[in-house]
């Protein structure tokens, strides 16, 4: 009975009575794994039309691979903390791992953001040496086109000369244009970057919880263990008095009929 009673009880596991702390993992995890999908689209989609849209010219080409490179990263951090969750009390190195592969992708993407800010401080020199050097005559007429210039600093400083505002030689130059369009542009990047840093602080927090709940379930299970073996030890030595004190019994009878 008292083995029955304490096997019973396990209905009360912790793991059990907090299964909605797994599908909350489950589902933090799945958004954290959309942000690595979403890093690594973005990031192929400008790096294949670099040369076509505007857009691509605000950050450079290791930066758009650095987030392919965190796309992979991300979406097999999560696959980690998908299969360490469908059994925690098995899986307790892989949780862990994820915990920190999360918590190194919340340092990287805080860096790269503080690396864009950094890139703003000498925002004229660094455009300028694009618009010079690496930014195709498509994008600088672009920018020409939508921003009524001419050239960088003016009609002489590397213009795109069939664009129509290159006709007057004393159109403004574009790098106001280009200033603006660089700013509001990585106000959205900035934007999306905080977003991503807080979906890895929630994923990150719902593993710690769910290593907390693993730790308590393995306790308890112990405990149970411990118990059912106290109850089982128990139950074998009244087993064996009792066959002591029966056989004493039958002793104590067959003396008593020689007598």
């Known amino acids: 009975m008292a083995v029955s009673r304490a096997i019973d009880v396990s209905a009360n596991s912790p793991m059990k009575l907090r299964l909605g702390m797994k599908l909350s993992f489950g589902l933090l995890t799945g958004i954290y794994m959309a942000t690595g999908i979403s890093a690594l689209v973005v990031g192929g989609y400008f790096l294949g ?9 605000i950050v450079t080409d290791n930066v758009l691979r650095s987030l392919i490179a965190a796309g992979v990263y991300i979406i097999l951090n999560a696959l980690v903390g998908i ?3 469908l059994s925690p009390l098995k899986r307790k190195n892989m949780i862990v791992a994820y915990i920190w592969l999360v918590a190194i992708a919340i340092l990287v993407e805080t860096g790269v953001g503080l690396w864009l800010w950094s890139r703003t401080l000498d925002i004229n020199d660094l455009y300028g040496h694009n618009w010079r050097n690496l930014w195709s ?8 086109d939508q921003g009524t210039c ?3 600093l003016g009609p002489q400083d590397s213009p795109v000369l069939d664009s ?9 130059g574009c790098m106001i244009s280009v200033q603006q369009y660089a700013q509001n542009y990585l106000a959205y990047i900035y934007t999306c970057l905080f977003c991503f840093v807080f979906v890895d602080v929630a994923a ?11 730790n308590d379930e393995e306790r308890w299970r112990w405990s149970r263990a411990n118990a059912i073996f106290k109850s089982m030890k128990k139950l074998a030595s009244s087993a064996t008095l009792n066959g002591d004190m029966q056989e004493y019994r039958i002793l104590s009878a067959n003396t008593s009929e020689k007598k």
């Open 49 to 57: 039309t670099k040369k076509y849209t505007r857009q691509t010219i």
């Open 83 to 85: 299969i360490g969750a």
């Open 137 to 144: 005559d498509r994008i600088k007429r672009e920018f020409q």
């Open 150 to 152: 001419c050239g960088y």
């Open 164 to 172: 129509e505002f290159c006709k007057d030689q004393n159109a403004y």
């Open 204 to 214: 990150l927090l719902s593993g710690m919880v769910l290593l907390v709940i693993r």
